[in-house]
C-alpha cells in the first residue's frame, strides 16, 4: 500500500499534468484564433494561455491536498472504529482473528520462527457482574485488557474474543518465553481489585495456549488454546495450561508444557457475601 505522502504526490503531479495540458491546449487555440503569433496581442494572449493555468493549479493543489489530509484523519478514525472494542480499544474478534490469519499464513512450513497464541478468560466474571453490577465488570474488562497492552511487545497482538475473554498472539516467541508472559499476565492481572472500597474484589484470569513454528488454520491453532483454557479452570482457575505444536512426518503431535500454576495468595478471591 503506497503511502499516503506518495499519494499525495502523485495526486499533485497528475495535477500539474493536467495544468500543463490545458496550457497546451490554450495556447494551440490561440495560435488558430490570432491566425499566429506575429503580432504584439498574439503574443500577449500567448503568455495569457500560459501563465494562468499553470498559476491557478496552485492554490487547487494547496486546497485538494488539505482535503485529502482530512479525509485521510477521517478513514482512519474510521478504520480505527471498526476494528477497535468499543469497551476495552484492543482489537475486536474480526480484526484480531484476520491479524493472526496473516501471522499464521507467515509461518514457514517446515517450522521457523515460533509464534503462540495465548487465549485469557477472567475467572469468575458472571459473579463480579451479579454481585457488584455491570459497570465495575466493564471497569473489570478495561483494567484487564489495559494490562495485557502494558505487558507485550508493540508488534504482538491484543484482541478482544466477546465477553470476559482475550487473545494474545506474541510473534517470535517460543513456549518458554511465552510461558514467562503468560506468568507475567497472570500475576500481574491478579494484583488488581475492582469494586466498591467495602467489597473490593481482586481479579484473575486462566490462560490457554498453543506455540507453534508450522503454519496452521486459524481455527485449529484456537481450538487448542482453548481446550487449555479449560484444562486451567478446571484445574482451579488463576493459572495458564501451554502445549506444543511440533510437526512429526505428516503428522501433528501435542507436547504439553508443565502447568503455570500461581502460589497460594495470602487473600483469595472474595466476592462478597
Not at 11 to 19: D, P
Not at 173 to 188: H, Q, S, W
Not at 196 to 225: C, E, H, M, N, W
Request: glycine share 10%.
Amino acid at each position: 500500500m503506497p503511502s499516503p505522502f506518495r499519494s499525495l504526490m502523485r495526486f499533485c503531479l497528475e495535477l500539474s499534468g493536467l495544468a500543463v495540458l490545458a496550457t497546451c491546449i490554450a495556447g494551440i487555440a490561440a495560435y488558430y484564433v490570432f491566425g499566429g503569433f506575429g503580432t504584439a496581442a498574439a503574443r500577449q494572449a500567448l503568455l495569457f494561455c500560459l501563465f494562468v493555468p499553470i498559476l491557478s493549479t496552485l492554490p487547487i493543489q494547496i486546497f485538494a491536498a488539505t482535503r485529502l489530509r482530512r479525509l485521510e484523519r477521517e478513514n482512519g478514525l474510521l478504520a480505527h472504529v471498526a476494528t477497535r472494542d468499543g469497551l476495552t480499544q484492543v482489537l475486536n474478534r474480526d480484526a484480531f482473528k484476520r491479524a493472526v490469519q496473516g501471522q499464521l499464513a507467515a509461518l514457514g512450513t517446515s517450522g521457523g520462527e515460533p509464534a503462540t497464541l495465548l487465549i485469557i478468560d477472567a475467572d469468575h466474571f458472571k459473579r463480579i457482574n451479579d454481585r457488584l453490577g455491570h459497570p465495575v465488570g466493564d471497569t473489570a474488562l478495561t483494567a484487564i485488557a489495559a494490562t495485557l497492552r502494558r505487558s507485550v511487545r508493540r508488534d504482538d497482538l491484543v484482541g478482544r474474543l466477546g465477553g470476559e475473554e482475550f487473545g494474545v498472539y506474541l510473534r517470535g516467541a517460543g513456549p518458554d518465553e511465552a510461558a514467562i508472559v503468560a506468568e507475567r499476565l497472570r500475576a500481574t492481572i491478579e494484583r488488581i481489585f475492582v469494586g466498591p472500597a467495602d467489597r473490593r474484589t481482586r481479579l484473575s484470569v486462566s490462560i490457554g495456549g498453543i506455540s507453534l513454528r508450522s503454519r496452521v488454520a486459524f481455527d485449529a491453532v484456537y481450538k487448542i488454546a482453548d481446550t487449555n483454557l479449560y484444562q486451567a479452570k478446571r484445574g482451579g482457575r488463576n493459572r495458564a495450561v501451554l502445549s506444543r505444536l511440533g510437526s512429526l512426518g505428516r503428522g501433528v503431535t501435542l507436547e504439553t508444557v508443565p502447568s503455570l500454576a500461581p502460589t497460594p495468595p495470602a487473600e483469595r478471591l472474595r466476592l462478597g457475601a
